[in-house]
């Protein structure tokens, strides 16, 4: 007996739905970021840097810059889910952009000019399980991509 193998199509799926998913996640948020209430202090939200007192759901320090940003995620990750190989750079690259904020937040003093972003613990942490996340789902969808697949 013989174990199913993916598709091409299954694959592909895989990239697409997997950044539109991640897209649509990330729209919701930098959303929700702009939202009183949701976001607590939110009228000590700041344009961009630490001094921004705004916490998404009360855990995830935000600003204005750190909405965009997930905004523009957002639109990254639903635009690049068109195809299979811009969902897969969208995964992949993502992550890794993640990744590098997750190290950027570890190194960064939070009471510097340099926190311009901002990040507290709650975020380092977050950005370390999408940036892991967003190149497994990346890769996963790539390596099998790259074998031969069988109906």
Do not use: C
């Not at 000590?44 to 935000?62: C, D, I, K, P, R």
């Not at 990744?99 to 975020?123: K, S, T």
Request: aromatic share 8%.
């Amino acid at each position: 007996m013989t174990t199913p193998r993916a598709t091409t199509t299954d694959v592909n799926r895989l990239a697409r739905g997997s950044a539109a998913i991640v897209g649509a996640v990330f729209l919701v948020v930098g959303i929700l970021g702009f939202i009183p209430g949701v976001t607590t202090n939110y009228d000590q939200m700041t344009f961009a840097g630490h001094e921004s007192n705004a916490l998404l759901l009360g855990v995830f320090a935000v600003s204005v810059l750190h909405n965009i940003v997930h905004l523009a995620f957002g639109v990254a990750g639903l635009a690049m889910a068109r195809t299979a190989t811009a969902a897969r750079t969208f995964l992949i690259g993502g992550g890794v952009i993640y990744l590098v904020l997750w190290v950027y937040g570890l190194i960064v003093d939070r009471h510097a000019a340099a926190n311009f972003v901002p990040v507290n613990d709650a975020d380092n942490w977050l950005h370390l399980v999408l940036g892991v996340g967003m190149v497994l789902l990346g890769l996963l969808a790539t390596r099998t991509a790259g074998r031969k697949v069988t109906a």
